[in-house]
């Protein structure tokens, strides 16, 4: 278009090659781009003075900053100071002024001074030593101060950003490993030196209150011998902030009347500055405090810093809170598997229990299934639990499932869990007992009861080692020992088809059989003690004392409901007995004529067979009653002794040295 005029930016005359203008703003571009570069103000000073020496033809150029008083700091410089003293004077009258300057120095050089914006968190002043400066050096000089000035807050900015982002990736860091925190003092530990890195501090510690001994405790204690310190929870900075629990930020450590300065003096430590926040639980009760020593590049504390030092402390106090509830759940389980593993046991002094007892210690320490038959009451779950607690499992749970009370369709669900919406009233997920028994025993209850299609889906399991809630398509892997009880007699079950062959032989791996109380009868008495001693510390009375014809009474009971019954009658006493001594009376009000009698004995016995099984068993029940004393028996029985003795050979009875 006639008219138009173009101009492209290397056409601009100010900024033609070698003009004021074009070096100025070369110089500016390179700034900006070092800033970008760096990643912290130290960085880029140290690039950017010396562009500005080579630029500006300087000999020395530096920052600095005047101090309370009369002081100055150099905050960064570049070259080779000629002259031996400062000139503070012209500095603070450039300061004051707002104006760049040039005066004459040491050894005919050329000092100048240059102000930074007003308030500039790095420097106050860019200052100059040079052999000339004439008075486009002070032109350039104050460009220059401008355009450092802004350029150093780009850098403030961006290394204010970087490090708001590392102090967030460290605190999500710190973050996932609380959940995983196997100990309270490697994490503490951690979380002290991340802020001792992320504050730029020399050290910081975490000061747990005892509120007992109102002590408090530092963990870690960073460069304290021992790394252990403990000190009045009412004394120093500390004590403050757990008083008002609020932040400290201490500028000044040995001006501010708060500091304790007896740590610093034990330890030969110096304390400049410092930050205390409140350590505080969910409720926000206040349980210690998390302190921070000694800037290094020895400026104050920001509340920057505060509000770092409150979000770990946030993750200390969870840490803490978790670590204490889980250790508390440890300890919680382990007294309640030691006070199980105490209250179980195999009690007795017959023959037969010793065995027992031998096999179970055998096979407590093998994986074997274990199927373990006796009447009911007999204590199929004791040896289970003995098992259980012997073994390598011990520490895993036990978990016990009567099949006899449940339905095939509940069964499957209670064994095997189930998805949500399963069925009806499946309104969420819930693992079956297999899987709250991974790693441990799961004992199944009346095994003769189960349905036909519960003991398929348990063969299953028991192959496959893999369970599927009802509902769901995931196979579960499943470490399970199993051991079945049961009062009915599987091997006929099995011949007449009402339990599974290949069930009864993958349960059966080994096979443990309990004898009734009846057939141990020396064992009466020890266990009746056994119980009456448990019961009556429960009941808060002193133990209870059997008497001569309690005794007598206890022996000669038939006990058809086996220990249980037992366990049950002295629980009964030591609760409502209302002596300490235990009479045949007591007995008499549980012990019903009915509970006394016989069992009913089998048809198939015969009539032979059946009189002399009721003569055996009579005739043990005298002997019994009299405390193992034949001659008394035989006057009970009203016959001789010798005859009595002679009766018991023909029956075949272990009482008169048969083989029984």
């Given at each position: 278009?006639?008219?138009?005029?173009?101009?492209?930016?290397?056409?601009?005359?100010?900024?033609?090659?070698?003009?004021?203008?074009?070096?100025?703003?070369?110089?500016?571009?390179?700034?900006?781009?070092?800033?970008?570069?760096?990643?912290?103000?130290?960085?880029?000073?140290?690039?950017?003075?010396?562009?500005?020496?080579?630029?500006?033809?300087?000999?020395?150029?530096?920052?600095?900053?005047?101090?309370?008083?009369?002081?100055?700091?150099?905050?960064?410089?570049?070259?080779?100071?000629?002259?031996?003293?400062?000139?503070?004077?012209?500095?603070?009258?450039?300061?004051?002024?707002?104006?760049?300057?040039?005066?004459?120095?040491?050894?005919?050089?050329?000092?100048?001074?240059?102000?930074?914006?007003?308030?500039?968190?790095?420097?106050?002043?860019?200052?100059?030593?040079?052999?000339?400066?004439?008075?486009?050096?002070?032109?350039?000089?104050?460009?220059?101060?401008?355009?450092?000035?802004?350029?150093?807050?780009?850098?403030?900015?961006?290394?204010?950003?970087?490090?708001?982002?590392?102090?967030?990736?460290?605190?999500?860091?710190?973050?996932?490993?609380?959940?995983?925190?196997?100990?309270?003092?490697?994490?503490?530990?951690?979380?002290?030196?991340?802020?001792?890195?992320?504050?730029?501090?020399?050290?910081?510690?975490?000061?747990?209150?005892?509120?007992?001994?109102?002590?408090?405790?530092?963990?870690?204690?960073?460069?304290?011998p021992g790394g252990i310190l403990r000190l009045p929870a009412g004394k120093g900075i500390v004590g403050e902030c757990l008083r008002t629990g609020k932040p400290v930020v201490v500028p000044d450590a040995y001006a501010d009347a708060r500091f304790n300065q007896e740590v610093d003096r034990s330890s030969g430590y110096h304390t400049r500055n410092l930050i205390c926040v409140p350590l505080r639980e969910e409720g926000g009760r206040v349980i210690g405090a998390f302190q921070a020593i000694n800037r290094l590049d020895g400026k104050d504390f920001t509340e920057s810093d505060v509000e770092y030092l409150k979000q770990?402390?946030?993750?200390?106090?969870?840490?803490?809170?978790?670590?204490?509830?889980?250790?508390?759940?440890?300890?919680?389980?382990?007294?309640?598997?030691?006070?199980?593993?105490?209250?179980?046991?195999?009690?007795?002094?017959?023959?037969?229990?010793?065995?027992?007892?031998?096999?179970?210690?055998?096979?407590?320490?093998?994986?074997?299934?274990?199927?373990?038959?006796?009447?009911?009451?007999?204590?199929?779950?004791?040896?289970?639990?003995?098992?259980?607690?012997?073994?390598?499992?011990?520490?895993?749970?036990?978990?016990?499932?009567?099949?006899?009370?449940?339905?095939?369709?509940?069964?499957?669900?209670?064994?095997?869990?189930?998805?949500?919406?399963?069925?009806?009233?499946?309104?969420?997920?819930?693992?079956?007992?297999?899987?709250?028994?991974?790693?441990?025993?799961?004992?199944?209850?009346?095994?003769?009861?189960?349905?036909?299609?519960?003991?398929?889906?348990?063969?299953?399991?028991?192959?496959?080692?893999?369970?599927?809630?009802?509902?769901?398509?995931?196979?579960?892997?499943?470490?399970?020992?199993?051991?079945?009880?049961?009062?009915?007699?599987?091997?006929?079950?099995?011949?007449?088809?009402?339990?599974?062959?290949?069930?009864?032989?993958?349960?059966?791996?080994?096979?443990?059989?309990?004898?009734?109380?009846?057939?141990?009868?020396?064992?009466?008495?020890?266990?009746?003690?056994?119980?009456?001693?448990?019961?009556?510390?429960?009941?808060?009375?002193?133990?209870?004392?059997?008497?001569?014809?309690?005794?007598?009474?206890?022996?000669?009971?038939?006990?058809?409901?086996?220990?249980?019954?037992?366990?049950?009658?002295?629980?009964?006493?030591?609760?409502?007995?209302?002596?300490?001594?235990?009479?045949?009376?007591?007995?008499?009000?549980?012990?019903?004529?009915?509970?006394?009698?016989?069992?009913?004995?089998?048809?198939?016995?015969?009539?032979?067979?059946?009189?002399?099984?009721?003569?055996?068993?009579?005739?043990?029940?005298?002997?019994?009653?009299?405390?193992?004393?034949?001659?008394?028996?035989?006057?009970?029985?009203?016959?001789?002794?010798?005859?009595?003795?002679?009766?018991?050979?023909?029956?075949?009875?272990?009482?008169?040295?048969?083989?029984?």
């Amino acid at each position: 278009m006639s008219g138009t005029e173009w101009r492209g930016w290397q056409d601009v005359k100010l900024l033609s090659p070698g003009s004021h203008s074009s070096t100025l703003l070369q110089l500016t571009e390179r700034l900006i781009a070092h800033s970008a570069a760096v990643g912290s103000v130290a960085e880029f000073c140290s690039v950017a003075l010396a562009d500005i020496a080579t630029e500006l033809s300087l000999q020395w150029v530096g920052l600095v900053q005047r101090q309370p008083g009369a002081e100055w700091k150099c905050v960064a410089d570049h070259g080779r100071v000629v002259g031996s003293t400062e000139p503070i004077a012209f500095w603070e009258q450039a300061q004051e002024s707002g104006r760049g300057g040039r005066t004459p120095g040491e050894q005919s050089r050329i000092n100048c001074a240059f102000p930074l914006s007003e308030g500039h968190l790095v420097a106050d002043l860019l200052v100059t030593e040079s052999r000339h400066a004439d008075s486009d050096l002070l032109d350039f000089g104050l460009i220059t101060a401008r355009a450092l000035s802004q350029v150093l807050n780009l850098v403030l900015n961006h290394s204010a950003s970087l490090l708001q982002v590392q102090r967030l990736k460290s605190t999500l860091e710190i973050a996932c490993t609380l959940s995983s925190a196997e100990d309270m003092d490697p994490l503490l530990d951690r979380i002290a030196r991340e802020v001792t890195t992320l504050l730029a501090c020399d050290r910081s510690s975490i000061f747990l209150w005892d509120h007992e001994r109102n002590e408090l405790e530092a963990r870690p204690a960073l460069g304290v011998p021992g790394g252990i310190l403990r000190l009045p929870a009412g004394k120093g900075i500390v004590g403050e902030c757990l008083r008002t629990g609020k932040p400290v930020v201490v500028p000044d450590a040995y001006a501010d009347a708060r500091f304790n300065q007896e740590v610093d003096r034990s330890s030969g430590y110096h304390t400049r500055n410092l930050i205390c926040v409140p350590l505080r639980e969910e409720g926000g009760r206040v349980i210690g405090a998390f302190q921070a020593i000694n800037r290094l590049d020895g400026k104050d504390f920001t509340e920057s810093d505060v509000e770092y030092l409150k979000q770990l402390g946030t993750q200390a106090a969870v840490a803490l809170r978790n670590l204490r509830e889980k250790d508390r759940l440890n300890r919680s389980h382990g007294q309640l598997a030691e006070q199980v593993r105490r209250g179980v046991s195999i009690v007795g002094e017959s023959p037969a229990i010793g065995t027992l007892r031998d096999t179970v210690r055998r096979l407590a320490s093998t994986d074997l299934p274990v199927l373990v038959l006796g009447e009911s009451g007999t204590g199929k779950e004791v040896v289970a639990q003995s098992l259980h607690f012997g073994g390598t499992r011990a520490d895993s749970p036990f978990v016990a499932v009567n099949c006899a009370a449940l339905n095939e369709s509940l069964l499957e669900s209670e064994l095997f869990g189930h998805e949500r919406g399963a069925f009806t009233d499946a309104r969420e997920a819930r693992p079956g007992r297999f899987e709250l028994a991974d790693g441990g025993t799961l004992f199944l209850d009346e095994i003769g009861d189960m349905s036909p299609g519960g003991q398929a889906k348990l063969l299953r399991v028991l192959e496959q080692h893999v369970v599927t809630r009802v509902g769901g398509t995931d196979q579960i892997p499943v470490n399970v020992r199993v051991i079945a009880a049961t009062n009915a007699n599987l091997s006929e079950a099995v011949r007449e088809r009402r339990f599974r062959e290949d069930l009864y032989y993958r349960l059966g791996v080994v096979t443990v059989k309990l004898p009734p109380l009846r057939e141990r009868p020396e064992d009466i008495l020890l266990l009746a003690e056994h119980f009456l001693k448990q019961f009556s510390a429960q009941a808060r009375r002193p133990s209870l004392q059997l008497s001569q014809d309690a005794r007598r009474r206890l022996q000669g009971h038939p006990w058809p409901g086996n220990v249980r019954e037992l366990r049950n009658l002295m629980e009964r006493l030591a609760f409502l007995a209302q002596e300490d001594r235990v009479t045949a009376e007591d007995l008499a009000f549980s012990l019903s004529p009915e509970s006394e009698g016989q069992q009913a004995l089998a048809l198939d016995l015969g009539l032979d067979g059946a009189t002399r099984e009721f003569q055996r068993s009579f005739i043990r029940r005298a002997v019994r009653q009299t405390d193992n004393n034949v001659t008394e028996a035989a006057k009970l029985l009203s016959v001789h002794r010798a005859n009595l003795y002679r009766k018991m050979k023909q029956l075949n009875m272990k009482e008169a040295g048969g083989s029984e």
